[in-house]
Structures are given as C-alpha cells and as structure tokens.
C-alpha cells in the first residue's frame, strides 16, 4: 500500500492558505483550529477540539481511510492549546505549577511543548503508514538566518516553536524534516522601473529550496518544481503538479 502524503503549507494570514487546503483531493476531515471553514462558510467536514487531549483524540479515532485527508488549521492555535496542556499537566522539578513556560527553567518547558508535539506526530505517522495524507496549515514569519558564506540575510519561515537550542526543541525544523512537502504561498513580487518591489497581485505556491523561503518537495520522479500560480478557483489543479 501507498503510504499517505506529510504537508506542511504555510504564508501569511489572507493569502488563501484555507482554501488551497481544502481544495487538496479525495475526502477530508478538517481539523478547524481557527474556525476558518465556518467563517468562509465551506462545505467540508470539520471537527471542533478545544484542547490538547481532543486533538490527539481526533487523530487516534478519525476513522480515515487511505487516500483520505486530515488536515489542521492552523498551527498557530494548535501551539497555543499544546501550551495550555503542558502547563495543566507538566511540573516543576520540585512538584510545584508555573504559570508561564519559562517558569520551568531554561529550556525545559520548550521541551515538554517539543515532546508532545512528536507525539501527534507518532499518532499522525500511524494514519500516513496506512494511506492517510495529514496536511498542517501554519502562518509565516520572517526570520533573519545567519549566513556562514555572506551577509545575514532575511527569509519566509513556518511560524512554529524555535527556541533557538540549536534545534533540540525546535518544531520547526521538526515539521521541516517531517514533511515531505514544505510548501509557501506568498504574492508574487514585481521590480518597478526605479528598481523596487512591490506586490504584483498575483499569489503562487514556492515548492523548493530558494533564498527568500523555506520549501521543498520530495517528488518521487526527482522533478524539482518551479512556483505555481495560485487562483481562487484552481486549487485542483495546483495540487495535481504537487501531489503525485
């Protein structure tokens, strides 16, 4: 059997992250973190978890078959119930509660967040080994990255826990290593007359490794995959060129 396709499709809030998602093929079970099927008003199945526990629940007891889609939006949310969990749950060296993650010592409340996260991963990679496909939807930031050959530089990353431990608890190079497709949506930029960018109107979906975002594709052909335009209406086939 196929196993299931791992995504990770990220870009700032407005920029159709949402729609793309559900435009992914097949049946889905959408996990709306962010109420964001109800407020586009969406015919998608959805389920509602408002805590930690439900949402590895979901995934444990989703009923999916192969083929099928569990997709979450966004991470964002997701992050801020994990949070909320570990603080319930997690104590101190000495048996007392913290109200705040840093409240645990250096590092360590980082690294709670960090563990249970691979544990939905553990839960989601049981789906995927029997067909299912898991889609994560995250908003962007931009970071400075630290260039040993040249001048730092600044890039679109998934806004997800880097509490900069040289990774060790870092979900973010965590999804980045997990996905199989780490995937941009952003607006095209345009170079003026007088040398400057600015927005063009236009969105497409970054799909390699480049300077300006993180993104890969690991397509089984090899074929690398250059930016897809991205219209309101053609989701389908975007995904088709991704998803093969």
Same mark, same amino acid.
């Given at each position: 059997m196929k196993i299931g396709e791992r995504v990770l499709l990220y870009g700032v809030g407005g920029m159709g992250?949402?729609?793309? &998602?559900? #435009?992914?093929p097949g049946n889905k079970l959408y996990v709306d973190l962010d109420m964001a099927i109800a407020s586009l008003g969406l015919d998608v199945p959805c389920v509602y978890p408002t805590t930690w526990q439900e949402v590895r629940a979901v995934v444990q007891n989703c009923g999916l078959q192969a083929g099928d889609w569990l997709i979450f939006d966004s991470c964002t949310e997701l992050q801020t119930m994990l949070e909320h969990h570990v603080l319930a749950t997690y104590k101190t060296d000495r048996g007392a509660t913290v109200k705040t993650?840093?409240?645990y010592g250096f590092g360590k409340g980082f690294r709670f967040i960090y563990d249970e996260w691979c544990l939905l991963l553990t839960d989601c990679d049981r789906?995927?080994?029997?067909?299912?496909?898991?889609?994560?939807? &995250?908003? #962007?930031?931009e970071y400075k990255?630290?260039?040993v050959d040249g001048d730092d530089y600044h890039r679109i990353e998934p806004k997800l826990q880097d509490a900069g431990d040289g990774g060790k608890s870092s979900i973010k190079e965590k999804m980045r290593d997990w996905s199989a497709?780490?995937?941009?949506?952003?607006e095209d930029v345009a170079v003026?007359?007088?040398?400057?960018?600015?927005?063009s109107g236009t969105r497409s979906l970054y799909c390699a490794v480049n300077p300006y975002c993180v993104a890969k594709s690991r397509q089984r052909d090899g074929v690398t995959l250059d930016p897809i335009p991205v219209a309101v209406d053609n989701g389908a086939e975007v995904w088709a060129q991704v998803i093969r």
């Open positions: 992250k949402t729609t793309l &998602a559900v #435009s992914l993650i840093e409240g789906l995927i080994r029997a067909g299912v496909n898991v889609c994560f939807v &995250a908003h #962007s930031s990255v630290d260039n497709h780490v995937l941009c949506i952003r003026t007359d007088k040398g400057k960018a600015k927005g």
